[in-house]
């Protein structure tokens, strides 16, 4: 077989087509997404799900472990403790400058004044934050108590649902020996009585005028089977001569088969009825009298039902 020959044109890396299309939208290419892409439609999500975590700042020293703890922790940081773990060897030996040895003896030393220097540091921390805790657990427990043993406001006191009063006291048998002050007790009891005695005969002269009232709007009530015929044919009339609403000399038509109360002629209005208790627009002095009638009539009976101390009932010629 031949051998392949090269190609004539080299190969190219691949390419977003979204990415290299150019757009003429204000719209930053990071949103310029097509349909096929996760985040085409915008979902919204809790806010809790893109919140970042806390940075970690250089520097911070991290949490110590209880280096104190232990049947030894209260003898850690004294010399007792520290001579045996940064003891010096006991042969002193000078090594060659610059060499291995040296390097060593110079990181055993530091080893030891690090230990010593960090023990020192960490018991000092350790009881200032102690110090600290307690001094602040103190002023929490003194204000507690102080909160609880607090003497109650007055109103609160005043306002309690529950007095806290010594019933013993106050309703004991011996009363000449255990009296309450009180001067103004026989008078606040005599106005009480007094207030006691108006609101019952208040009472009492209301329920004798509603029964004055009823006895004299009896007589018109309707208690038996003749009243109640003699009422309807008052209202609508017999059999033979029904009430209705024709004119009798014909001018508005057939007075037999009239049903309309406009038979009559115009009902009168409110303001006819105001004109004539103004004595507006009436024709003659006399007609403004006679509008006047009626309501003198009725203050007459209202002065006479004071006077009299009960209601007054109407009179025939009135009901009629």
């Known amino acids: 077989m031949p051998p392949h020959t090269a190609l004539s044109t080299p190969l190219r890396a691949w390419r977003c087509p979204q990415c290299t299309v150019r757009s003429f939208s204000s719209t930053p290419r990071t949103q310029q997404v097509g349909p ?6 915008d979902i919204p999500e809790p806010p809790q799900q893109t919140v970042p975590d806390r940075k ?11 280096v104190f703890s232990g049947a030894d922790g209260d003898k850690k940081a004294t010399d007792e403790w520290l001579e045996p773990h940064t003891r010096s060897p006991k042969h002193e030996v000078t090594p060659p400058q610059g060499s291995r040895e040296e390097w060593k003896h ?5 080893r030891r004044r690090n230990l010593r220097e960090g023990i020192a540091s960490l018991r000092v921390r350790k009881t ?13 427990k003194a204000e507690r ?39 103004t007790r026989a008078a606040r009891l005599a106005f009480k009585t007094e207030k006691v005695a108006a609101h019952a005969q208040k009472k009492r002269d209301e329920r004798l005028d509603s029964l004055h009232t009823l006895y004299l709007n009896a007589r018109s009530f309707i208690v038996t089977p003749q009243q109640l015929d003699a009422a309807v044919d008052d209202a609508f009339g017999t059999p033979e001569a029904p009430h209705t609403f024709g004119d009798q000399s014909g001018t508005y038509g057939d007075a037999e088969n009239a049903a309309s109360v406009w038979a009559f002629g115009r009902p009168e209005r409110v303001q006819d009825i105001l004109n004539r208790a103004n004595r507006q627009g009436s024709r003659s002095a006399m007609d403004g009298a006679g509008g006047f009638s009626g309501v003198n009539k009725e203050r007459i009976q209202r002065i006479a039902e004071t006077l009299t101390g009960g209601k007054m ?5 009135a009901r009629r």
């Open 106 to 110: 110079k990181m055993s030393d530091m």
């Open 128 to 140: 200032r934050v102690e110090k600290r805790m307690s001094e602040q657990g103190a002023k929490n």
């Open 56 to 66: 970690f700042i250089k520097g911070r020293l991290p949490v110590p472990r209880d």
């Open 313 to 317: 009932g109407e009179s025939e010629e």
């Open 36 to 41: 096929e892409h996760p985040r085409y439609i």
């Open 145 to 183: 108590e102080e909160l609880l043993n607090r003497p109650e406001r007055e109103d609160e006191r005043l306002t309690a649902p529950s007095h806290g009063l010594d019933l013993d006291y106050l309703y004991t048998v011996n009363l000449a020996d255990h009296a309450l002050h009180d001067p």
